[in-house]
Structures are given as C-alpha cells and as structure tokens.
Nanobody
Framework: QVQLVESGGGLVQAGGSLRLSCAAS????????MGWYRQFPGKQRELVAT???????NYADSVKGRFTISRDNAKNTVYLQMNSLKPEDTAVYYC???????WGQGTQVTVSS
C-alpha cells in the first residue's frame, strides 16, 4: 500500500523559508520520480517541482531560483526547500508519486505580507 505523508507546512512571513518533507512507503522509493504540486483555492493542482530517480530536477517558472527539490533515498523522503516566500505562494502543497494516482494528504503553506 502506497502512502505519502507530508509535513512542514505552516505560517511564515514574506521573505521567509519553509522546508516541506514527504515520507513515502509501500514503494521502491529510489526507483521512482517524485513531485511537489500546489493548489490555490478554486484552482486545479499545478506542478511546483519534480525530481527523477536519477536526481534530475524540473521547476515551474514561478518558483525557479527560490525553491529546491531534493531527495534522500535512504530515508524514502523527498523535500521541498522554499526560500524567499511570497504571499502568492500561499496554497496547499501536495507530494505525488510522479505520474501516478498516489498523492499525499496535503500541507497548508501560508505566507503573510
């Protein structure tokens, strides 16, 4: 049974940083690409960043240079380091086993101005 559990969301002031974590179980983590997505109220989920099994990274233009996705295969965990946060980054952030139907439960990130 695949499980993805996010943590690390919260409230931060503009310009601040947060690190999201997503712990995976039920998969051979090292062989899978992982992704972070976010959802604004009333909108569909959108891609934030992905990381392949080999470590190749892909970012949405809106977060390039501010967010960094990484993975620790020994811990079955993928991270999203978010720096220079803006109020428009406020959303629910989801971890996903990339290109699959498996999603985490989501974690709220709120950036105050």
């Amino acid at each position: 049974q695949v499980q993805l559990v996010e943590s690390g969301g919260g409230l931060v002031q503009a310009g601040g940083s947060l690190r999201l974590s997503c712990a995976a179980s039920g998969i051979i983590f090292s062989l899978n690409a992982m992704g972070w997505y976010r959802q604004f109220p009333g909108k569909q989920r959108e891609l934030v960043a992905t990381i392949s099994s080999g470590g190749s990274r892909n970012y949405a233009d809106s977060v390039k240079g501010r967010f960094t996705i990484s993975r620790d295969n020994a811990k079955n965990t993928v991270y999203l380091q978010m720096n220079s946060l803006k109020p428009e980054d406020t959303a629910v952030y989801y971890c996903r086993l990339d290109r699959s139907a498996y999603w985490g439960q989501g974690t709220q990130v709120t950036v105050s101005s």
